[in-house]
Each structure stands twice: as structure tokens, then as C-alpha cells.
């Protein structure tokens, strides 16, 4: 199997100055919107791969763009972040990557379903500001439940600093893993190659 961690579609809060980050669940622009639809046509799911997207709008929004009308399998998992990077202990999670509550992911993205037993910090918290100790031991977890969803590959629809965050997690355990991007910042991808 393949585990792929994709980069979200522009969204509204990377537009203009720092004050867009204090915007809660920022969507995505036109431009990012049909950079998610492009995904479609570059990497075309199938039933035999899931597609996990952090509990954000702008992610979820990305991978439900890119999954529609594919018979992929959705869910939405607080591991896929945002997540911050490199972590600071000062930091706080701004507005526009604070998750999602659960009853609206549930309205909006009926058909991303989430992950059973769960910390309910996580959905709360989000692994913005996690110590990096912990957010290991949960990456850990998080690629494990990956891998026990049996598909040939599985795509993360995730923020720039939580793809840096598993590529710094993964190399400190020396997992390797590949970089490739489509054309465009937004289309980077990073592939893991994990064991069945």
C-alpha cells in the first residue's frame, strides 16, 4: 500500500496579510477550488483507495472536490492536522485551523466518516500546538489506522506543515519516503512507502 500526504487547495486565509489568519474556517478560494478538481484528473481515486482530510474546511472541502463521484472511501481524521512546523511551545493554533465541531463536518461532509474511539482533545485541540513527543506517539497510531484500512493507497488532504511535520516524524525513524509534486505549489505531494 501507499500512504500520500497531498497539500490542500489555496485557501482564503493564505491570501494577503496576517489578519486572514485570525478568519475562522477560512474556505477555499476559486483558485483552490479548482486546484482540487484538477486532482481528479491528475490522481483519480477508485474504490480501492480511502482519501483522510484533517477536520478543517479548507480540507475538507479539497478532498471532497477531488473524491466526488469516485467511490473512494472518505473519512475525516484530526491526525491529518494542521499541525505546525518546526513546533513551538509558544505557539497557539490560530483561528483559521481551529477544527471543525463535529456536527458541522457531520452536516456539511456527510460522507467523511470519522475514525472510532478517539481522544476528544484531539477533535477539540486539533495537533496544532501537540508536543512533539505525543505527536509522535499519535503519527504512530495515525499511520497504523492508515494501514489497517487496507487500501492500495490512502491520501492525506492535509496543510504544508503537517506534511513537514510526518516527513521530520518519519525520518527520525529513518521510514524514508518520496517527494514528487504535480505542477504547482499547491499539487506538492510526499508519498510513504509503508509495509503492508
Not at 493564505?14 to 474556517?25: E, I, K, N, P, V
Not at 485551523?97 to 461532509?109: H, L, N, Q, V, Y
Request: charged share 20%.
Amino acid at each position: 500500500m501507499e500512504i500520500v500526504f497531498v497539500q490542500h487547495g489555496e485557501a482564503m486565509h493564505q491570501l494577503g496579510g496576517g489578519s486572514r489568519l485570525h478568519a475562522q474556517d477560512p474556505p477555499l478560494t476559486d483558485k483552490g477550488k479548482r486546484e482540487a478538481v484538477r486532482l481528479s484528473r491528475l490522481e483519480p481515486l477508485s474504490e480501492s483507495d480511502a482519501i483522510v482530510a484533517g477536520p478543517v474546511l479548507y480540507l475538507l472541502q479539497t478532498a471532497d472536490l477531488w473524491s466526488k463521484g469516485t467511490g473512494c472511501s472518505r473519512f475525516v481524521h484530526p491526525l491529518a492536522g494542521p499541525r505546525q512546523h518546526p513546533f513551538r511551545y509558544d505557539f497557539r493554533t490560530p483561528p483559521c485551523e481551529w477544527p471543525m465541531e463535529s456536527e458541522r463536518i457531520t452536516t456539511g461532509f456527510p460522507e467523511f466518516l470519522p475514525p472510532a474511539h478517539l481522544p476528544e482533545h484531539l477533535w477539540l485541540q486539533g495537533i496544532h500546538t501537540l508536543p512533539g513527543i505525543l505527536f509522535a506517539q499519535h503519527a504512530e497510531r495515525f499511520l497504523a489506522w492508515c494501514r489497517n484500512l487496507e487500501k492500495s493507497r490512502v491520501f492525506i488532504v492535509t496543510a504544508e506543515g503537517t506534511l513537514q511535520a510526518y516527513r521530520a516524524h518519519l525520518a527520525a525513524g529513518s521510514s524514508g519516503g518520496r517527494q514528487s509534486a504535480g505542477r504547482g505549489k499547491r499539487l506538492s505531494r510526499w508519498s510513504v512507502p509503508l509495509p503492508v
